[in-house]
């Protein structure tokens, strides 16, 4: 009798620990939720809501555009705050900005999610920017108040830390996150296979649409 509220213990510890280990597997290896802290995702993302980020299914298929990712911004350390953006630029795309939008391959971007259809400029990065393989390049929805990678520039695949695939808090934001469809451009990656270079280097340009 004297050993069962030590057996009872060692049973809740057991169970205590097994759940902290599945806890800690499912947000490192399959979904971590997000708080969003920054306004340049406006009206799609407000300050203060939160995300579930999916950070398995990438492992599975690729980055698309019109995605929505968590990241580390380059050349800042894992322990800083991340940033999400929009995937608006693909590996090998030829993206220009011009006429207060976006253009890839020469073909106009249709962005109905920007912030009260704000025109998009070009950045430090420049007007025209080819995106490097094995990296993306992106933009807030709310482009007049976003530091993205027409400032810092692309966004490497290693830093990415996830898609944001549901809001669903507050509970009256509940929304799964699906990209848009883009009629004229295509929305799967360009990026070469594993060993091969497209020969694509980002092109920088003074210029201002």
């Given amino acids: 009798m004297t050993n069962r509220p030590l057996g009872c213990l060692l049973e809740v510890a057991e169970t205590l620990a097994l759940t902290l280990i599945i806890f800690l597997i499912i947000q490192n290896f399959v979904a971590q939720p997000f708080m969003v802290e920054q306004d340049s995702m406006e009206h799609t993302l407000e300050p203060n809501q939160y995300v579930l980020v999916d950070k398995l299914t990438p492992h599975l298929d690729s980055y698309k555009r019109g995605d929505i990712v968590v990241f580390h911004p380059p050349d800042q350390p894992e322990s800083s705050v991340p940033y999400i ?58 482009r007049l108040d976003s530091v993205d990678s027409r400032v810092f520039g692309p966004i490497p695949a290693g830093n990415i830390i996830g898609r944001a695939v549901l809001r669903y808090w507050p509970l009256d934001a509940l929304a799964v996150l699906s990209g848009p469809t883009y009629a004229n451009v295509p929305a799967a990656p360009t990026d070469p296979p594993a060993g091969q270079s497209s020969g694509l280097t980002i092109q920088r340009s003074t210029s201002r649409p």
Avoid: C, N
Wanted: charged share 25%; aromatic share 10%.
């Fill in 85 to 142: 953006k929009r995937i608006i630029g693909l590996p090998g795309d030829r993206l220009e900005f011009k006429d207060g939008a976006v253009w890839v391959d020469g073909q106009r971007l249709d962005e109905p999610y920007v912030y009260d259809d704000q025109p998009t400029l070009a950045g430090p990065a420049g007007s025209l920017v080819v995106v490097p393989p094995g990296e993306y390049f992106g933009m807030g929805d709310h």
